[in-house]
Each structure stands twice: as C-alpha cells, then as structure tokens.
C-alpha cells in the first residue's frame, strides 16, 4: 500500500510563488511505473489536472499553467513537488496528489492512490 502525503502553507499572498509538497511513503515497488499527477479542485468546481512527472522523470503540464507551473521531484526524499508561481486568488483550492498507470487529464477514474488533500487560500 502507497500513502500519499501534502503539504505547504495554506495561506499564499498574490504575486507570491506557491510550492508543495507530496510525501510518498509505503510500498514503492508497486508504483515504479506510475505517472505522479498535481491535481487541484477550487471551491465549487471540478477536479482540475495540473501535470505530472513520470517515472522515467519527464514531466507534462497543462497548457493553461504551463507559464506558471513547476513540477518535479526529490528522489532521495520521495516526494513529489510543485511549484505555482504569480498566483492569483483564483489559485485558491484543495490542492491534491495522486499517482496513476497513465497520464490521465480528465478521466480521474484510474488513479489508484490520492493524498487527503491540502487546502491552499491566495489572499492578500
């Protein structure tokens, strides 16, 4: 069984650059080759995917953040990051990790494991 942890500051200025993390623990072995995916929900909407890092470490990001979105990983901590620079409060959400066998966007059905999830308030 794979946990995924989140963590970060729940409260980020505008303009400031949000980073988080997401803390991998468990049986790695069975996720070696899983697509490690940043997905965040704002408050009375859908699940939004924002990119992924691979196994083999290439990452993909949505074309609607790409300008702003940073994602990549600390081997050696197991952990997942990412970073969303000049935010806005419309960055405002529940902001989640989750790892699945394929890089999904939009299908959220596949996604084996999640994080519980962090929320993340853009205010000044």
């Known amino acids: 069984q794979v946990q995924l942890q989140e963590s970060g500051p729940g409260l980020v200025k505008p303009s400031q650059t949000l980073s988080l993390t997401c803390t991998v623990s468990?049986?790695?072995?069975?996720?070696?080759?899983?697509?490690w995916s940043w997905i965040r929900q704002p408050p009375g909407k859908g699940l939004e995917w924002m990119g992924a890092?691979?196994?083999?470490?290439?990452?993909y990001v949505s074309p609607t953040l790409k300008s702003r979105t940073a994602i990549s990983r600390d081997t050696s901590k197991n952990q997942l990051i990412l970073q969303l620079s000049n935010v806005t409060p419309e960055d405002t959400g529940v902001y989640y990790c989750?790892?699945?066998?394929?890089?999904?966007?939009?299908?959220?059905?596949?996604?084996?494991?999640w994080g519980q999830g962090t929320q993340v308030t853009v205010s000044s």
């Open positions: 890092i691979a196994f083999g470490g290439n990452t």
């Open positions: 989750g790892a699945a066998l394929f890089c999904s966007t939009k299908d959220y059905s596949g996604y084996d494991y």
């Open positions: 468990g049986d790695s072995s069975t996720t070696n080759y899983y697509y």
